[in-house]
């Protein structure tokens, strides 16, 4: 069980019925594969715990877990809208020229005609000509090397995520 001197929101998270628990972690991250074994390892006593339990289930996930995760994920410079979320990870687009947008877009439809999904980046905290440079940068990939950086890319965004969800 978990102490007093786990982080509230965390003590928060812990206490949540299972179906509430599970609804966040798939906010987080759209694989229920991944947002199972998240549930099922609860309660987590220090946040580095769970982070350490989201990176461990995405390291195991397969395929197909990876393309529901990825499915979840709107394209870059255009965010889901009513989306709060997507909205503040592509903060960094909401400036960019109109010539940069139709770059992004025609990058990202290439892309996704290359590889069968979305192209998908940590975009907190990037600018959107960095986000541009990413995606010409790896459409050259072969698909066995895109698949292991979308891996960690997803990773970083669930940290990023699970932090978010431990702050309320």
């Given at each position: ?13 812990n206490a949540l019925e299972e179906q509430a628990a599970l ?91 290359k590889f069968g999904h979305v192209f998908l980046i940590c975009a907190t905290g990037r600018t959107a ?40």
């Amino acid at each position: 069980m978990t102490s007093t001197s786990t982080p509230p929101g965390l003590r928060r998270f812990n206490a949540l019925e299972e179906q509430a628990a599970l609804a966040e972690l798939l906010e987080a991250c759209s694989s229920t594969a991944w947002a199972g074994r998240l549930l099922a390892e609860r309660p987590y006593d220090t946040a580095e715990a769970l982070y350490a339990a989201g990176d461990a289930a995405m390291a195991d996930l397969t395929t197909a877990d990876l393309e529901e995760a990825m499915a979840g994920h709107p394209p870059i410079g255009r965010p889901k809208p009513g989306d709060p979320t997507s909205g503040r990870e592509q903060r960094g687009m909401a400036g960019a020229s109109e010539e940069l947008k139709a770059e992004m877009l025609e990058l990202n439809l290439a892309y996704q005609e290359k590889f069968g999904h979305v192209f998908l980046i940590c975009a907190t905290g990037r600018t959107a000509e960095q986000m541009r440079d990413a995606v010409r940068e790896r459409i050259g990939n072969t698909p066995e090397r895109e698949r292991e950086i979308v891996r960690a890319e997803l990773g970083k965004i669930n940290r990023i995520r699970l932090a978010r969800l431990l702050e309320a």
